[in-house]
């Protein structure tokens, strides 16, 4: 693998002609796929076209220290899935924009396409399109997934409304934990669990909870959680024009994350809240609701889906612990740091 | 305006704030715009969905030295609509990722994201979604851009066939003098006029005649010359299994890129071929569409569309100079220069 040429000793078009070689020939509802000045699909019939774009960063998203080129390669696909399933579209097709240092090996890019494309194909999507460039310093992997959707269907934030229960799917703050110990190798609290790193190397979008809570009309307001549950919590609260009780003890913290957390001195609650990269799903759905939730847990296997609040008429963020109030804790910005 | 804060200073979400505010609330075919995990749109009845993503990087699409932030904005938005235009689709949608240095000014990313959206404004297309993020060095802009188009009037790459006589938009080679003075600023040639430097800067998609070629049916194959009018009639070629015969005296070279060419004591029709970044159209259309295309004239005001060649049935690239046939120079790599 060592031996493998670079980028830049085979070119940008050899790149393109690399990644054409691994998509297969047909994907459902493509008219022209990779190869042209731009792909062709079709639309699902009556259907609605649902589209995200996410770009990780090498430097400010991962660091090739800790992420393997398989790493990257599911993740950049994996956080564009994560934005369809929170708006309850299946997705479809996908484009990559691939920016390349000329030194990375060929060996390398191929892995981390293999990833992109072993994903996809785990969710039905097809990789039609793309552009390949050089880059000056770091990686830059930017992916569009475009999803499919029925009007009704579609999970938007602003439709959570009082007496919603507030619902979060797995478990939060292993990822956050997994960043914590990349970040300070020789943290005091020592190394978080392989666990809890691999939750933040190798997310999982929740498609299928996604498509599920969409096809079955069983929520009334959904996001990811990308920024974190407490940013989550906060933008639907915001759009919906609402509030929301959060029950601390409620909060489905990963066990070891837990456990890590209290080693390092944080408070479990707040760390899971604040972290970022759990690309799990908050929504809320009425009590009335509880059978079309049924269906959605027919369809979901062993995923959890655990209440952890309440949506209140009057507005405001509160965590309840240990029978007292508190205002949430704040988001997640990324010019606040690298995460 | 060098009192502005910089991106670091307000961060992401602040960004994106911005963003949003200059968007138009309503766009045709949006359900939901900014501001969600992902964009809805309702595709255009009975039409095929046109997808095409490309970046631009700083350092190696452009350099901060010669070109402004709305040379930048506008550039990012118009490499994208030339690709849809080549394909004959109307464009309708786009989504901008943008991986921002923390050290660029607030008021230069209000300027480019004006750029854009202002082009966007003159070709009816809404920006519906986008990434901001942190980047450690090198600005990176990422856009998708998605249109629309009848099934059989989408044009391919693949349909040249004999004795179809290739034409070109517009004039090319003035990109291509206007990029080397900027690569050498001390070039022995003196600069280049002003006028060629503006077609690099400010490149045009034909949206009009991609679009007016497609509903016509006056086209059987068509690309567009980001990468060159010898690549383009390379790729042509190539994918409808036919030659080409171009005729040197035909082609349109810009006068004063002419001039210049063999001031640089370069040969003013290789250079020109070979010069990438003109945003023209190089097309093929059978005689007996001459009635098609005087349609499509029309529509396109003064923009010229000149024949250059002739479609043949034996393989090949050549290029008649003088009664003697050459072969057509290479094209352009990414990786083997800064663009």
Tied chains: 1, 2.
Aim: aromatic fraction near 4%; charge should be neutral.
């Amino acid at each position: 693998m060592r031996n493998s040429p670079t980028v830049g000793d085979i070119g940008e078009h050899a790149v393109i002609q690399r990644i054409r070689e691994r998509v297969p020939a047909h994907g459902k509802g493509v008219v022209t796929g990779i190869g042209d000045d731009a792909a062709v699909v079709e639309p699902d019939r009556g259907a609605l076209s649902v589209l995200t774009t996410d770009t990780l960063v090498e430097g400010v998203h991962f660091d090739l220290a800790h992420s393997s080129p398989t790493d990257i390669g599911n993740k950049a696909l994996a956080v564009n899935l994560s934005d369809l399933a929170a708006m309850g579209a299946a997705p479809r097709h996908a484009l990559l924009a691939l920016s390349l240092p000329a030194g990375w090996l060929v060996a390398d890019v191929d892995e981390m396409i293999d990833a992109f494309l072993a994903q996809a194909a785990r969710h039905r999507t097809t990789l039609v399109g793309g552009d390949v460039t050089a880059a000056p310093g770091a990686l830059v992997i930017g992916v569009t997934a475009i999803g499919s959707a029925k009007r009704r269907r579609v999970l938007g934030r602003d439709g959570a409304r009082p007496e919603d229960i507030v619902y979060v799917s797995g478990a939060i703050g292993a990822a956050a934990a997994g960043l914590a110990s990349l970040r300070q190798a020789d943290h005091p609290a020592g190394p978080p669990p392989e666990e809890c790193r691999r939750h933040h190397r190798r997310p999982e979008a929740r498609v299928t909870l996604g498509v599920a809570l969409g096809r079955n009309r069983a929520a009334r307001a959904c996001m990811d959680l990308s920024d974190g549950l407490g940013d989550a919590v906060r933008r639907i609260a915001a759009a919906s024009g609402v509030g929301v009780q959060v029950d601390a003890e409620a909060l489905p913290i990963h066990p070891e994350a837990r456990t890590w957390f209290e080693r390092a001195g944080l408070d479990p609650v707040a760390a899971s809240l604040a972290g970022g990269d759990d690309y799990e799903l908050a929504f809320t759905s009425p009590p009335a609701f509880r059978g079309r939730l049924r269906h959605v847990r027919r369809r979901i296997g062993d995923l959890p889906i655990t209440p952890i609040g309440i949506v209140t008429k009057e507005p405001g963020l509160r965590i309840r612990r240990g029978g007292k109030d508190e205002p949430l804790p704040p988001g997640y910005e990324h010019f606040t740091g690298v995460d």
